[in-house]
């Protein structure tokens, strides 16, 4: 007897393993916690927009069904537009790249998530443009970049 419960430890082990190692994975993928979920708005004191940048001034990240998504929130706090989507299983990346509305076109979108000054405050970097390269010697000057700081929990969401 002593025998076979050995042998089930030492298969039993490995399973173990690969359970503990799987959960992290899960967890971290959990809807609502990803670190780029919530209200942003720009960063700058006086911000300046074009008709088509102004809908990018806050934007609201939060999961959509099994993805996640940016709407537009207005001034007011009217919800508006969605502008991105990304697959839920790229939430907890510091950098996405994807597709956003630009007026009635699409444009490559570049995000850097980073975190701020403060200890627990995040920022992130949005870029819209043709490419997803905006270095500075890449010759793409991206069409809107902003820098967007955490402005509390997302209220608007969308399917």
Not at 43 to 56: I, K, L, Q, Y
Request: charged share 20%; hydrophobic share 35%.
């Amino acid at each position: 007897m002593r025998s076979l419960s050995q042998s089930l430890t030492r298969l039993s082990m490995p399973a173990l393993a690969m359970l503990a190692l799987a959960a992290p994975l899960h967890a971290a993928a959990a809807p609502g916690t990803a670190p780029v979920f919530g209200r942003w708005t720009v960063s700058e004191d006086r911000p300046v927009f074009t008709a088509r940048g102004r809908v990018f001034k806050t934007i609201d990240i939060a999961p959509c069904g099994r993805d996640f998504c940016g709407v537009s929130v207005a001034d007011n706090g009217k919800c508006g537009a969605v502008l991105f989507r990304f697959l839920g299983a790229h939430a907890r990346e510091e950098e996405l790249h994807g597709h956003a509305n630009w007026g009635t076109v699409r444009k490559d979108l570049v995000i850097y998530r980073y975190d701020g000054d403060t200890p627990g405050s995040s920022n992130f970097e949005l870029y819209l443009g043709d490419g997803h390269d905006f270095g500075e010697r890449s010759g793409n000057m991206p069409k809107f970049h902003s820098t967007y700081r955490r402005a509390g929990g997302a209220r608007c969401t969308t399917r």
